[in-house]
Structure formats: structure tokens, C-alpha cells
T-cell receptor, first 115, second 114 residues
Framework: ETGVTQTPRHLVMGMTNKKSLKCEQHLGHNAMYWYKQSAKKPLELMFVYSLEERVENNSVPSRFSPECPNSSHLFLHLHTLQPEDSALYLC??????????????FGEGSRLTVL | AQSVSQHNHHVILSEAASLELGCNYSYGGTVNLFWYVQYPGQHLQLLLKYFSGDPLVKGIKGFEAEFIKSKFSFNLRKPSVQWSDTAEYFCAVNAQGNTGKLIFGQGTTLQVKP
């Protein structure tokens, strides 16, 4: 039990589909993140939310659309994806942003396959 | 731009062997440094971290890391590995004050043979 729950764990979608990934944290944190983990590549930071406000959008294509309705929930809406978007998408949360922060608590990830 | 480089992509050791995984970062300012571990089928979790003070940091499960500022390095060590240490290890850097933007290395897969 990590305190960060992601659903679904596995998702297969076609390039014309619309789907969403969900993340929920039970740790009382106020910052949440989406990372992309592809084989043989470093984890890529996609989005950062602090107190439900987006503070980082790391040059992510618009076919990925994040949503943070409250400090406990984070979504990643997916539409018209490409096969190269197939990866493990990791959600994380942390207590604080800024100096002294940086320890992230990760979920188990959503494995996305785009056909 | 900040970057993190892990020199070893795949390491194979026998049980009881000593381990050292290299990590170098590029950033001229003050940083926080981390090692995360991902056991097979599990989530990423923190192994140890350095924010300030003693540059030799001890983490869980007998791991330690040494911050050498002059070399921009934060190498991970363990004197005697166990089969259960088989996992993927990620070094990460956060520039202090940079709103939690953690930059990861590409990871090192450690395989420990029983």
C-alpha cells in the first residue's frame, strides 16, 4: 500500500479513443505529479500541480490533458494518442513544493498501450 | 538544463558482492539528491536522500550514498548485496527551490544471483 492509487493498472486503446487515467492520494499531500516512464529512458516529468493549480507543464503534447479537481485527485485525459505514447504513466504526490521538498510518493503506475 | 547520468545500465552480481552504482548530475546550484528503488512489480520508493549536512547518507536496507560536491556525484553503495536487492535503481536530483521538479537518471537494473 503506497498511499497513492492509480487506475486502471493496464489500458489498451486505439489512436482515436478517449480515455482517462486516475490517481488518488491518501497522504494529505498538496502537490501531485504525472511522470512518463518509457523503456531505457529516464522518467519524464509531465505535469505538476500544487494546491490544485498547475505549476509545471513540461512541453507535453496537447493530446495529454491533466485535471486536478482537488488536492487528493489527479486525472490524465488521453485523446488521439500515438503508438509512441505507450508507456507506464506514474502518479506521485509530495507534501510541499520548494526548498526542502522533493521526496515523492509514487503509485504503481498505469501501463498504457496505444495500438 | 539539469541532467542526471547513471553510468551502469545493467549490473549483475553474486550475493555478498559489494555494490557501487554511479550517479553524476549537472547543475551548478544547491541540490537535493535522491536514490529511488523499484522492486519487480512494485512502485518506486525512496531508498535514501541528501539535503544537507553529512555527505555520507545512510538509507534503508543497508544502502548508503556519498555526495561529493566537487565531482557532482552521488554514488550508491552497499557492502554486501542480497538476492532481494534485485531491482531497478534511479538517481534523482531536485534543484533546491525548484518546486519539486525531480530530474531522474535513466536507471540501473541490478540483478543479484543467489
Amino acid at each position: 500500500e503506497t498511499g497513492v492509487t492509480q487506475t486502471p493498472r493496464h489500458l489498451v486503446m486505439g489512436m482515436t479513443n478517449k480515455k482517462s487515467l486516475k490517481c488518488e492520494q491518501h497522504l494529505g499531500h498538496n502537490a501531485m505529479y504525472w511522470y512518463k516512464q518509457s523503456a531505457k529512458k529516464p522518467l519524464e516529468l509531465m505535469f505538476v500541480y500544487s494546491l490544485e493549480e498547475r505549476v509545471e507543464n513540461n512541453s507535453v503534447p496537447s493530446r495529454f490533458s491533466p485535471e486536478c479537481p482537488n488536492s487528493s485527485h489527479l486525472f490524465l485525459h488521453l485523446h488521439t494518442l500515438q503508438p509512441e505514447d505507450s508507456a507506464l504513466y506514474l502518479c506521485a504526490s509530495s507534501q510541499l513544493l520548494g526548498a526542502g521538498s522533493g521526496e515523492l510518493f509514487f503509485g504503481e503506475g498505469s501501463r498504457l498501450t496505444v495500438l | 538544463a539539469q541532467s542526471v547520468s547513471q553510468h551502469n545500465h545493467h549490473v549483475i552480481l553474486s550475493e555478498a558482492a559489494s555494490l557501487e552504482l554511479g550517479c553524476n548530475y549537472s547543475y551548478g546550484g544547491t541540490v537535493n539528491l535522491f536514490w529511488y528503488v523499484q522492486y519487480p512489480g512494485q512502485h518506486l520508493q525512496l531508498l535514501l536522500k541528501y539535503f544537507s549536512g553529512d555527505p555520507l547518507v545512510k538509507g534503508i536496507k543497508g544502502f548508503e550514498a556519498e555526495f561529493i560536491k566537487s565531482k557532482f556525484s552521488f554514488n550508491l553503495r552497499k557492502p554486501s548485496v542480497q538476492w532481494s536487492d534485485t531491482a531497478e535503481y534511479f538517481c534523482a536530483v531536485n534543484a533546491q527551490g525548484n518546486t519539486g521538479k525531480l530530474i531522474f537518471g535513466q536507471g540501473t537494473t541490478l540483478q543479484v544471483k543467489p
